[in-house]
């Protein structure tokens, strides 16, 4: 039968950790994505189709395995009429632990977000990647790696990193000279540093100033240019403000840019626990001064849950999964925000104490 709702985020995270876990034998673990507005009957089709070149797989248990995957999507997809509007995303293949024993299984479901990608995939494993990103933060941070040379500006959203501009300086390099020459050469070069400095950072600017989104900024590059570029650039104070991470890398292309981010995982992590502390610090301080705009502990929160009144949902990551569940499913048809948090701090294990379920409300019930 159809599926006629998407998946909630909970639902979501869920399954994909399941999914994750299933590793087949051989290439026998079908992956089927249609992207939001696409055609299912082209999708169909190609499926049909597959199931010729499956036919040519060498390995018998393999081969009616991917077979017998690709009929059962083929059934399913006939019960619909057209593409759900947030896209579909199917997973089906032998997730029999025991060679030679076949126990085909299906998942069909329609995304939380509408899906871009449009996939056919036999492998070892279900690819879940454009799931995932679905789940990962909502918040970006702005990336640079320069050098005197010059500088790439990028973006990290989730995991993916983007390319949005590069520059260069013209800068000269060392030159032997003495005397006078040597002199007027290094003011000539100073100069043009500076002015490469002053149009990175305008170009920053232009950029990330209005960038709703953006939650900090990370530089790297070599000693002392980077820490020059921040006292010397003219970087206006909004982005200079939120410069989280300055680390020292000699790369300043696309790959700078992955190091960059493959250093600063310490910082990126330290970043969760202060947006985790800051929201705590904010529900502990409406319970003791705002008391009727906040509500604790399972019966009250599913009852203001119940009435449309809660702004966010937070629950500790150590909440029982099955009232945790219940609970995000009524936050999501009521457009709550919903927050998980761990025991990491002091205020996290604090509110796990005081039961792990708590809400800030719209309006006093």
């Known amino acids: 039968m159809a599926i006629s709702n998407p998946i909630s985020n909970y639902e979501l995270d869920e399954l994909l950790e399941k999914l994750g876990k299933i590793k087949g034998r051989h290439t026998e673990l079908v992956t089927v994505m249609i992207p939001a507005g ?11 189709a597959e199931k010729s070149t499956a036919s040519n797989i060498k390995d018998k248990n393999t081969r009616k395995a991917v077979l017998d995957s690709l009929e059962r999507i ?3 997809l006939k019960f619909y009429r057209q593409t759900p509007p947030n896209g579909l995303a199917i997973f089906c293949g032998n997730t029999s632990e025991k ?7 299906l998942w069909i479901l329609e995304p939380p977000q509408q899906l871009k990608t449009r996939m056919y995939r036999c492998d070892q494993q279900f690819v879940l990647d454009p799931l ?11 990336l640079l790696v320069m050098d005197r040379k010059e500088a790439t500006i990028g973006l990290l959203e989730g995991k993916q990193i983007k390319v949005l501009r590069r520059l260069t300086s013209g800068v000269p390099g060392k030159i032997k000279a003495g005397g006078q020459s ?28 209005d960038m709703p989104k953006l939650k900090g900024i990370l530089i790297g590059g070599p000693m002392p240019t980077k820490e020059e570029f921040l006292d010397e650039g003219q970087l206006v104070t909004k982005l200079k403000d939120i410069v989280i991470g300055v680390k020292d890398l000699g790369n300043t292309d696309e790959s700078g840019l992955k190091d960059l981010v493959e250093l600063s995982h310490e910082v990126l992590a330290e ?3 202060i947006k985790e502390k ?13 008391k009727e705009k906040t509500a604790y502990k399972y019966e009250a929160v599913k009852k203001a849950l119940g009435y449309g009144a809660v702004q966010i949902l937070i629950l500790s990551k150590e909440t029982d999964k ?3 569940k219940e609970l995000i499913q009524m936050a999501e048809r009521t457009g709550a925000q919903v927050e998980i948090v761990s025991t990491d701090t002091p205020e996290g294990e604090q509110f796990y104490n005081l039961s792990g379920i708590g809400a800030i409300l719209r309006f006093a019930i």
């Open 99 to 105: 060679e030679g024993q076949e126990n085909i299984e």
């Open 38 to 48: 696409g055609n299912i009957y082209t999708v169909a089709n190609q499926v049909e």
């Open 271 to 273: 970043q969760e626990i």
């Open 278 to 290: 800051k929201l705590l610090e904010k529900f502990f301080n409406m319970l003791g001064k705002q």
């Open 182 to 209: 040597a002199a007027r050469f290094e003011r000539v070069t100073e100069g043009l540093a500076k002015e490469f400095f002053r149009r990175v950072a305008d170009t920053m600017k232009e950029i990330f100033f």
């Open 74 to 76: 083929s059934r399913e």
């Open 322 to 324: 099955a009232i945790s």
């Open 132 to 142: 995932r990103e679905m789940r990962e933060a909502k918040e970006v941070y702005g």
